[in-house]
């Protein structure tokens, strides 16, 4: 079966999460988004795991559903941050944790809580080391894994340039050939990844990191493969069956370049080599983006594809393409209404956004349909994210959408 799976997103017990984010809403959205299996998110938090015991229903196969209603699957997630002292620096991880079934998560939870307190955070903190959090995990269940989250982000990350270390053994050390993948997080792709040999055999995933509905899916994982817990991570492993991701343009996460959000400074890898990655506002260390961390560790000037690697595309969210087009914000009902409108039309988002022909988005909304096609080609253009605020990345030149406006035929037919 052909399936999209996003294996990291949040429930409302996480800190910064929207009170929408239920079981239920979930599921809606899940199915507006076109995915077919969502993580749970926040498995460790008591209060949401109770949740996931009266409204979900074991389907046998590794995965839930809802009691009542709904084709959304569901696999027990979560990610956890470990903050600890190794060889005297402060290190801040987040590692996506899964299980097979809550028996499992229920052991793994009873032990887990020695190192912190899960009721106080839908990800909580634990003192407990990656290498060792990692450890507990495999000790549990042979059908548990741990993939490292968002592994090149600067603050909470296993290779980030503050919280993390300058290799995956360094951090993970004898049990690294148990780390089998990666989710690259929003500021990188899987090319970038490929510039360092020390990665080719890991798998690179990609989920969206969700805290409100509307970013569901906006990175999935794609699988060809059955539909069961166990064929989809050893799909991952195998490198068989995974097909891949779709993804963010990099520039569009927050961490891209480096910068500082409080200075109002951004630079590319490039010029903040030239001033020793020294803000030129307050003369104090730049926060070092995804790019330059990318770029000091790697091996290859360019990106050659491992044997097996799993192929991606890049898509940009459907509400942000028509906040472009109607020039007004992702949250205007403009955008809500045209939104409505297209998923209804196309039956959910990535129907739209990946599968629909372009001749017939074109005879929908020909500038909808220009936009689609350009993204699909990578015709963007890009401001690169820096220090926690997002890039943005557009599909028209300024003047473009205005002049089609003004003529009587559109100039995208
Ligand atoms: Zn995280
Ligand atoms: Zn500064």
Same mark, same amino acid.
Request: with cysteine; glycine share 8%; charged share 25%.
């Given at each position: 079966?052909?399936?999209? $799976? *996003? ?26 988004k076109?995915i ?23 389907a ?27 060889? #005297?620096?402060?290190?801040k991880?987040?590692? @996506?944790?899964?299980?097979p ?38 000790e ?12 090149w ?8 340039? %503050? ?10 050390? *004898? ?6 993948a ?8 899987p090319?970038?990844?490929w ?14 990191? $969700? ?7 906006r ?18 492993? #195998? ?11 990099p ?20 010029l903040?080599? %030239?001033?020793? #990655?020294?803000?030129?506002?307050c003369? %104090?260390?730049?926060t ?10 790697s ?8 044997? #097996?690697? $799993? ?32 998923i ?11 599968? $629909?022909?372009p001749?017939?988005?074109?005879k929908y909304d020909?500038?909808l ?20 605020i ?8 300024? *003047?473009? @959408? ?12």
């Amino acid at each position: 079966m052909f399936y999209k $799976a *996003d294996l990291h997103i949040h429930s409302h017990y996480a800190k910064a999460t929207s009170p929408q984010l239920t079981l239920e809403l979930l599921a809606k959205w899940a199915a507006i988004k076109g995915i077919q299996l969502l993580g749970t998110g926040d498995f460790t938090h008591p209060a949401w795991l109770k949740e996931i015991k009266e409204k979900l229903k074991a389907a046998g196969n590794g995965f839930f559903y809802l009691k009542n209603a709904g084709d959304t699957g569901f696999c027990l997630s979560t990610e956890i941050s470990s903050v600890y002292v190794y060889g #005297n620096k402060v290190r801040k991880n987040h590692n @996506l944790v899964y299980m097979p079934d809550i028996d499992a998560v229920e052991r793994f939870n009873k032990k887990l809580s020695k190192y912190g307190d899960l009721s106080s955070d839908g990800r909580p903190t634990v003192t407990l080391s990656s290498r060792d959090l990692l450890e507990m995990v495999l000790e549990i269940s042979d059908h548990a894994h741990l993939v490292p989250a968002h592994a090149w982000t600067p603050w909470f990350s296993t290779l980030g340039s %503050k919280g993390g270390y300058d290799s995956i053994e360094e951090c993970f050390r *004898d049990l690294t050939p148990d780390i089998f993948a990666i989710e690259t997080g929003l500021s990188s792709d899987p090319a970038m990844n490929w510039q360092w040999s020390k990665l080719d055999h890991l798998a690179m995933m990609s989920s969206s990191d $969700a805290h409100s509905l509307h970013n569901l899916g906006r990175e999935v994982n794609l699988f060809d493969t059955d539909f069961t817990y166990d064929a989809m991570f050893n799909a991952v492993k #195998n490198k068989n069956g995974f097909s891949g991701t779709y993804e963010f343009f990099p520039e569009e996460g927050k961490y891209s370049f480096d910068g500082h959000r409080k200075c109002g400074i951004s630079m590319s890898p490039e010029l903040s080599n %030239k001033v020793n #990655n020294i803000c030129p506002v307050c003369k %104090k260390q730049l926060t070092i983006g995804v790019m330059s961390r990318v770029s000091k560790l790697s091996d290859r000037s360019v990106a050659v594809r491992p044997a #097996n690697a $799993a192929a991606f595309e890049y898509i940009i969210p459907l509400r942000e393409i028509l906040s472009e087009i109607n020039g007004t914000g992702v949250n205007s009902i403009k955008v809500e209404k045209a939104y409505t409108n297209a998923i209804s039309f196309f039956g959910n988002e990535f129907a739209l956004l990946k599968e $629909a022909p372009p001749d017939g988005i074109r005879k929908y909304d020909p500038v909808l349909g220009e936009a689609i096609s350009r993204m699909r080609l990578g015709k963007v253009n890009r401001v690169a994210g820096y220090d926690g605020i997002y890039g943005k990345i557009m599909l028209f030149e300024k *003047d473009e @959408l205005q002049k089609n406006k003004s003529t009587q035929v559109s100039l995208f037919i």
